[in-house]
């Protein structure tokens, strides 16, 4: 119960860091436009005829490469070049708590960032007859997407207190999570590696699991997937704060 | 409360604590002195459970640091070095914050924030971004949080660093008032502050404790310590300083200034035989052989002094 309500105050201070600034803010905003552009302009919504999200979705995978790690970033590497990781560590929390509590809290301004593309949503309904459904499990996928890239960037975060060298390490991770299954790169890799090396290559990859929440299928597989991934990015933070703290 | 034993801080293959011992108890401040890197900080780091000692327990209130953190970690109010803050957050809202996690609630957590804003005078600020204000108040606002939850043992360290000289008064004042009933130990190189605050002092150099006692203690090992200082006129110095060191219990009589027939002269007591006291025996001297005598004094021993004397410089090479 304890361990909550410690949770509970970290996500608390973290999410208030976040609207105190204008960076939330700003990007919101951003975030609201590029998905607006991609999925109207660049997916052509319109033109496909079709009343579903697709050209919302697809684009998300490289959405977030750059705006995932945009956000969470600062998360350890600042508290490191500020010096309150060592106020933080010392208050009667465990290493675990605050690293779930700043986790969670990036996560929720992520997840508050994707609700508020409600409006597309009630334009395909406006428009046609969409399975809303397939557009549930899109948003599902779209979260845990989001979760797997900001797991990844609180380990980049935690490996230095430079924000930008934790910026760009995470889009590159990301960026290689993105590539092991896109299918222009597994196409070059099939024509001189086995179909099991390009499969397991892909089974890596973001993009094979969160193809099957855009058409609807919910598989436990991908859920693993996503779940596992941010449990080890999350571990390997913890550890690396700890290797920190031991010298 | 808090039982230091044998710890020892590796980095590498360099030790920044080697081997410390020692006990804080209720009612005492324990000072920390040392030159730069002397290992003060690396020391108060894993008494607050921030890194891990290499060897050697900590045990605060009973409880190790090490096996049963969190016991530990909630009765220990910990000042870092350079006063580290959320600088995005009011000053009231870091205060909250930090109560919060400290496990007060509700009404509790909001009159020891109120208690802690009056303990370290923040009033003015209270409604204040952190990162607006100036170095005195950054540093009180996260005096504060180390206060917020009454802890029964303080470590701060520096607590009084970046502050105007009214308000490193104001800490030192408050260091001591709260002394009476907690366990405090801070860190320092200012000396007079451990004369003001300090029921006891450790000096540590190079990672390894070379001094430890009251402040009067230690100044008693200070060369001039419990020397005679007077100044006479009209009287050669070499027949003062013949007449001075004939004394019993004086070891020697060094001649500091002799102008103008006005000379000074500093006696130094024999450590070999402690007690007596040389300035009556100078005065008495001094009646009979009718010296006449401007100024006589007992001279106290200077911490610098004793600093100096048992902290190598860091030019000094090897040890």
């Known amino acids: ?247 | 409360m808090i039982q230091v034993e044998n710890l020892v801080k590796a980095f590498g293959p360099k030790l920044a604590v080697n081997d410390v011992s020692f006990t804080v108890e209720r009612g005492e401040v324990l000072g920390f002195l040392g030159p730069n890197g002397a290992g003060k900080s690396t020391t108060m780091r894993m008494v607050t459970g921030f890194i891990p000692p290499t060897s050697g327990t900590i045990r605060v209130a009973g409880y190790d640091v090490l096996e049963n953190p969190l016991p530990a970690k909630r009765r220990i109010g910990y000042l870092p070095e350079n006063a580290p803050g959320y600088g995005d957050m009011t000053v009231q809202g870091f205060l909250l914050f930090a109560a919060e996690l400290r496990g007060l609630r509700g009404a509790a957590r909001r009159s020891a924030v109120d208690r802690a804003v009056e303990l370290c005078f923040l009033e003015n600020v209270r409604y204040q971004v952190i990162d607006t204000l100036s170095k005195g108040y950054k540093h009180r606002t996260c005096l504060a949080q180390s206060l917020v939850h009454d802890p029964d043992v303080l470590v701060m360290d520096e607590p009084t660093d970046g502050l105007d000289p009214n308000q490193k008064h104001e800490v030192r004042n408050l260091i001591k008032r709260m002394g009476a009933n907690k366990a405090i130990v801070f860190s320092t190189h200012i000396l007079e502050e451990v004369e003001a605050a300090c029921s006891r002092v450790i000096i540590i150099d190079r990672g390894r404790i070379v001094a430890n006692g009251t402040p009067e203690e230690l100044k008693a090992r200070a060369p001039n310590a419990g020397a005679a200082w007077l100044r006479v006129k009209g009287v050669p110095a070499a027949l003062l300083a013949g007449g001075l060191s004939g004394i019993a219990n004086a070891a020697n009589a060094e001649i500091l200034r002799d102008e103008g027939g006005i000379v000074e002269i500093r006696v130094y007591p024999d450590k070999a035989r402690p007690g007596g006291s040389l300035t009556g025996e100078v005065a008495e001297l001094a009646a009979q052989q009718k010296w006449q005598l401007e100024e006589l004094q007992t001279e106290e021993g200077r911490l610098d002094e004793v600093f100096r004397a048992i902290t190598l410089p860091d030019t000094v090479k090897g040890h």
């Not at chain 1, 860091?17 to 997916?43: E, H, N, Q």
């Not at chain 1, 086995?194 to 099957?212: I, K, N, P, Y």
Request: proline share 3%; glycine share 8%.
């Open chain 1, 1 to 247: 119960m304890n361990a909550w309500f410690n949770v509970k105050a970290i996500v608390k201070r973290e999410l208030g860091g976040y609207f105190t600034s204008p960076i939330a803010y700003v990007f919101l905003i951003i975030f609201l436009l590029l998905t607006g552009f991609f999925t109207f302009t660049v997916g052509s919504f319109f033109e496909r005829g079709e009343a579903s999200l697709v050209s919302f979705f697809t684009w998300h995978p490289w959405l977030y490469l750059f705006l995932v790690p945009a956000v969470g970033m600062r998360l350890w590497s600042e508290e490191r070049r500020l010096g309150t990781i060592e106020l933080l560590l010392t208050m009667p929390v465990t290493t675990w708590e605050a690293l779930v509590g700043k986790f969670l809290a990036s996560w929720l301004f992520l997840a508050l960032a994707l609700a508020l593309t409600f409006p597309v949503v009630i334009t395909v309904n406006y428009l046609g007859n969409p399975d809303n459904g397939v557009i549930f499990t899109g948003y599902v996928g779209s979260l845990l997407l989001a979760g797997a890239y900001l797991a990844v960037t609180c380990m980049t975060s935690a490996m230095t207190r430079n924000q930008v060298i934790s910026f760009i390490l995470a889009v590159l991770i990301c960026l290689f999570l993105i590539l092991a299954g896109y299918e222009p790169v597994t196409g070059l890799l099939s024509r001189f590696a086995s179909a099991r090396v390009v499969d397991l290559v892909a089974a890596f990859s973001v993009m094979t699991h969160f193809e099957g929440f855009q058409r609807g299928v919910v598989d436990l597989r991908d859920i693993l997937f996503f779940a596992s991934l941010m449990g080890f990015a999350l571990f390997t933070t913890g550890v690396i704060l700890r290797s920190h703290r031991a010298g």
